[in-house]
């Protein structure tokens, strides 16, 4: 079946430091794909998405690239801040016309970003 | 804008009771997912409905049930509650795509502590 794998945390790194989180999938056909965000005590916030092979979604600074050939979409940012210290989600939906719309899940990566 | 709520956002049971979870939907979203967050776990799904019918089941045990109403609040209900279904409970809520595709939006969460 579908499965997300996210590089295991936690993630300790200073303000201003370059952020990768990996994240690599498994589906069958075209699925969409997405990073959720976490925040201490808080619900999930979609941060980025990219529905189709290639796609870029970007938000905050943050940027993931859809990418077939290797079945990833790393989580990328050029200089975080501590505002960043969250637990982020990888995900996946679809494709729908197998698997609904139901988002599968990766382990979860903790950030913990220092002054 | 609108968001998903959630009610109660912390409910304290005892073993073998019943809990009912609340979610109010974006305005004008047609399908609803429920999850459920173990500590430090990822979200599992657990069901969904899509204009008021069950549109897709997961890992929901069988003392669980839901639905979705007229007005598109879904309710979940547990019965005979262990303690192994503490955890954090997340609705999240969508507008169906042409494709498929879609974006889901969670809510706050509702914390669960069966003691």
């Known amino acids: 079946g579908n499965s997300v794998t996210q590089m295991e945390g936690p993630v300790t790194l200073s303000e201003e430091a370059f952020l990768t989180i990996n994240c690599t999938y498994t589906?069958?056909?075209?699925?969409?794909l997405f990073w959720y965000v976490q925040y201490p005590g808080e619900g999930l916030q979609l941060l980025l998405k990219a529905t189709k092979a290639d796609d870029k979604g970007s938000n905050k600074g943050f940027e993931a690239t859809y990418r077939k050939e290797t079945t990833s979409f790393h989580l990328e940012k050029g200089s975080v801040q501590v505002s960043d210290s969250a637990v982020y989600f990888c995900a996946l939906s679809g494709p729908f016309y197998n698997q609904g719309g139901k988002l599968i899940f990766g382990q979860g990566t903790e950030l913990s970003v220092k002054p | 804008a609108a968001g998903v709520i959630q009610s109660p956002r912390h409910l304290i049971k005892e073993k073998r009771e019943t809990a009912t979870l609340k979610c109010y939907p974006i305005?004008?979203?047609?399908?609803v997912y429920w999850y459920q967050q173990g500590p430090g776990q990822d979200p599992q799904f657990l069901i969904s409905f899509y204009e008021k019918m069950q549109s897709d089941k997961g890992s929901i045990p069988d003392r669980f049930s839901a639905q979705q109403f007229s007005d598109y609040h879904s309710e979940l209900n547990m019965s005979s509650l262990e303690l192994g279904d503490s955890a954090l409970y997340f609705c999240?809520?969508?507008?169906?795509?042409?494709?498929?595709?879609?974006?889901?939006?969670f809510g706050p969460g509702t914390r669960l502590l069966v003691l």
């Open positions: 999240a809520s969508s507008l169906k795509g042409l494709a498929g595709e879609e974006t889901q939006y």
């Open positions: 305005p004008r979203h047609d399908t």
């Open positions: 589906a069958t056909g075209y699925p969409s």
